[in-house]
């Protein structure tokens, strides 16, 4: 097997889902083209003529329907031998996406691809796409779709994470995305497109005394799911705070086998994608992460920068509770709690910000976790090439 590189990856600021917000005079294909021909720029012909485009993204319906990779491919001019994939694997669909395209880059079926997510919620809002799957009552309740908010609430009851858990989780996000947000080096792969030069959704001014006087948001979904939910009740937790916010974005790497023509910045050590119990639904992540970690043959403790996903804050609190590893290595930009959570992007995006954040660090191993509903994880482990 060849050895699969991440020549670089690139990102756009997240901006708020709705119709004045900063990305949203941008199609989904126009979004994702602006980052095409970022990386085109930063690393020449192999970002214009991939061997195929894998584009991961969770409401294909609307703007998003249709194809989507299919319709980037014809956007942005990439060649008609180029093979087009849309992905959807929840909120890991864009690291999904990447560790698809290390599979084929590493069984020599390709040479270069493009890789990555986008999700524009202010075009396409979550479930638009109206799938029976999200109220198909002729499933056994604890294999029925809950929405991930719920979730969240249901797995903060089963782990007894507490409140003031979640509100230092959310303000250590606000906190560190509002101090690097307009750090050149820690956002030197984040492109400015539409309107936006930096993150739209993050706010700057929040306090653990204001976090702690928000209340409970999602309670009220328990009745609606209460036959999912095999008629249990618990308290709920998670504010407008403990979930990212609902924004547009899109991530893409160049992902290729090696002498492209240009040096790679990482090596990629492990990929790994896992299953999940879909009742504990945000927790397939970790097991991701394990598998990962197992197969580069290292630990937490070796790892220099992490980018964990936010999906909701019982899983960084989580993550901090019952993992032996630095404070300090993990999300030092924020998280998406503070800046967004563009889902079919995500895990592209979190890709990105490794890179940024392992070169400011001088850092060599780093890695990245996706977590997603009804039991969706998948996890990256790279080695930064100096």
Known sequence: ?????????????????????????????????????????????????????????????????????????????????CAAHSLNNYCASGLSAIGHAVAMVAAGQEDAVLA??????????????????????????????????????????????????????????????????????????????????????????????????????FGALQADYSEALEGRTFAPLHTLSHAPPVCDGAGLALVGTGGLGTAPRARVLAYAESGGDPVASLTAGFAAMDKALG??????????????????????????????????????????????HPMGATGAILLSTLLDTLDVAEGRLGLVVATGAMGVGAAMVVERLS
Not at 36 to 44: P, Q, V, Y
């Open 116 to 217: 990555g997510g986008v999700e524009m919620m202010s075009r396409a809002p979550f479930l638009s796409d109206r799938a029976e799957f999200y109220s198909d009552t002729s499933l056994p309740p604890a294999r029925r779709f809950v929405p991930p908010v719920l979730a969240a609430d249901r797995l903060a009851a089963d782990l007894g994470i507490t409140r003031a858990e979640l509100d230092q989780c959310a303000f250590d996000s606000q906190r560190k995305a509002g101090a690097s947000d307009q750090d050149a080096a820690l956002q030197a792969s984040r492109i400015a497109l539409g309107q936006l030069t930096g993150e739209e959704c993050i706010r700057p001014r929040t306090s653990l005394e204001s976090l702690g006087q928000l209340p409970p948001a």
């Open 1 to 81: 097997m060849a050895e699969a590189f991440i020549y670089d990856a690139v990102r756009s600021p997240r901006g708020k889902a709705r119709a004045d917000g900063g990305l949203a005079g941008l199609t989904p294909p126009e979004l994702v083209t602006g980052l095409s021909g970022a990386l085109a720029g930063r690393t020449g012909d192999a970002a214009r003529n991939p061997g195929a485009l894998l584009l991961g993204c969770v409401t294909q319906a609307g703007a998003q329907g249709g194809h989507i990779a299919m319709a980037v491919k014809q956007h942005a001019a990439l060649p008609d031998a």
């Open 295 to 340: 197969k580069a043959g290292i630990s937490l403790a070796d790892v220099d920068r992490i980018e964990f996903m936010e999906a909701f804050a019982v899983t960084i609190a989580r993550f901090l509770r019952d993992r032996s590893v630095d404070p300090a290595r993990i999300n030092v930009t924020g998280g998406h709690l503070a800046k967004g």
